[in-house]
């Protein structure tokens, strides 16, 4: 009898097979690129010029920069100008009825749909394999995913994965969770930090050891680490905890080695720019710039420097692990404030940014929470939207029956002194200023 970890492992390699081997391709075409940074350079340069080109001759969109050859003469892309405009963006050359739906949450509210041809897919799926082995992390090792997750448990139990819902956090959900760990010899763990954090408390405080855990690594995904978060799932469960920063649309932009503080950024995919924030400039290295992403594989819907709302600081130096390519320092914008529902459970910002993630119409959203069991949800939409009921009620199914849940339709979310946007806010934790 063989185990869990093999049998997962044969019967995804063994299906990769049969399909001519697409994903083994893509994942050694990742690996090469790093292993090798002078090929990487020049395979990522020849696919940033055909992405040009193919943008510019089979978008509407792109239309008029065509005969453009330099990544400088393309606008930086705002995401309400796709919101605007999707039919705009998607490629005359891809086959539409075989495109692979990606929705974004968007970290300021601006919920969207974006398509993927099947080959970006694939990449997509091979890149998190090739991130995932730096931790030693590979096909078939038994984790458990500890994020909101609307495709749900199914496809992540033939990966030998769990699924766990942090949609709100309290001594129950802990308790299930920790036993979850503990009896499937959990070996890694994938998830929210504002999440794990609060479990490997809860173990620690129960009295568990390390040992005894299974865990050999934890990627924390989504939100920034706060300080403090690393060190506190390191003690409870004895093992590296690394940073992935992602977007759903666009897959890993970049990832820690092994815990030291450098972001690695995922060259083979992308090429990252960091820009000033009040123009389209470059900013020097250790200067904080918005994160701007050209995506080498977006073929169904091309984004070319597309503003992704977060901000980073680049280094100089390269990272001391020996690896070369471009490090980011630090990455901004991915801290949300907190709220809680009436009962004082922490509800995860991931569940809140999941209500309207699917639902036409919404340009922006804020979610407020202004007393214990008075929550104000800002809309601004188009004028065609109909889906407030909808919306209203899985609101008011996360939060529970407790809840008072003020609509207000605006013209516009008004942005913080810091100018900041962020589609939560807490008033009763930070209360707004006067004046
Ligand atoms: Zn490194």
Request: glycine share 8%; aromatic share 8%; with cysteine.
């Amino acid at each position: 009898m063989i185990g869990a970890g093999l049998a997962c492992r044969l019967r995804f390699w063994g299906a990769d097979l049969r399909r001519g081997s697409p994903i083994v391709r893509q994942l050694l075409d990742v690996r090469r690129s790093f292993a090798d940074p002078d090929r990487g350079r020049s395979l990522a340069a020849i696919r940033l010029k055909r992405l040009l080109q193919h943008a510019c001759s089979t978008t509407v969109h792109y239309r008029e920069w065509a005969g453009r050859n330099e990544l400088a003469d393309f606008p930086v892309l705002q995401k309400r100008v796709i919101q605007a405009d999707p039919e705009g963006f998607l490629s005359s050359a891809v086959d539409r009825r075989n495109l692979v739906t990606v929705s974004t949450s968007g970290s300021y509210g601006a919920p969207m749909r974006l398509h993927w041809v099947v080959e970006t897919y694939i990449r997509r799926r091979a890149e998190l394999l090739y991130f995932g082995s730096w931790l030693g992390f590979h096909v078939g090792a038994r984790f458990a995913q500890i994020t909101v997750h609307p495709g749900g448990s199914a496809r992540l139990r033939q990966l030998n994965g769990f699924l766990v819902d942090p949609s709100v956090i309290n001594e129950e959900w802990l308790e299930t969770t920790r036993r979850l760990l503990k009896e499937n010899r959990v070996a890694f763990i994938v998830g929210y930090p504002s999440s794990v954090r609060p479990l490997a408390d809860f173990c620690r405080a129960r009295g568990d050891k390390p040992h005894d855990f299974n865990l050999r690594g934890v990627v924390a995904s989504s939100e920034a680490l706060i300080p403090g978060t690393r060190e506190a799932i390191t003690a409870a469960f004895g093992c590296p905890v690394v940073d992935r920063y992602g977007a759903n649309e666009l897959g890993i932009l970049a990832q820690e080695c092994r815990g030291d503080r450098s972001h690695h950024v995922n060259v083979a995919g992308h090429v990252v720019e960091l820009l000033a924030r009040d123009r389209d400039e470059a900013v020097r290295p250790g200067e904080i710039g918005r994160v701007v992403v050209t995506d080498l594989f977006s073929y169904a819907m091309p984004l070319i420097r597309y503003d992704t709302g977060d901000l980073a600081v680049g280094c100089a130096e390269p990272c001391p692990c020996g690896l070369p390519g471009p490090v980011l320092a630090r990455i901004e914008g991915r801290t949300v404030e907190e709220i809680r529902d009436p009962a004082g459970n922490l509800v995860n910002p991931l569940a809140i940014s999941s209500c309207p993630k699917d639902l036409a119409g919404i340009i922006q959203y804020q979610f407020v929470q202004r007393s214990p069991d008075g929550y104000l949800l800002r809309l601004q939409v188009i004028s065609s939207f109909h889906e407030e009921g909808v919306l209203r009620e899985r609101f008011q199914r996360l939060l529970g029956p407790q809840a008072r849940i003020d609509v207000r339709y605006v013209e516009a979310i008004p942005p913080l002194a810091s100018g900041k946007r962020p589609y939560i806010l807490n008033e009763l934790a930070n209360p707004p200023r006067k004046g």
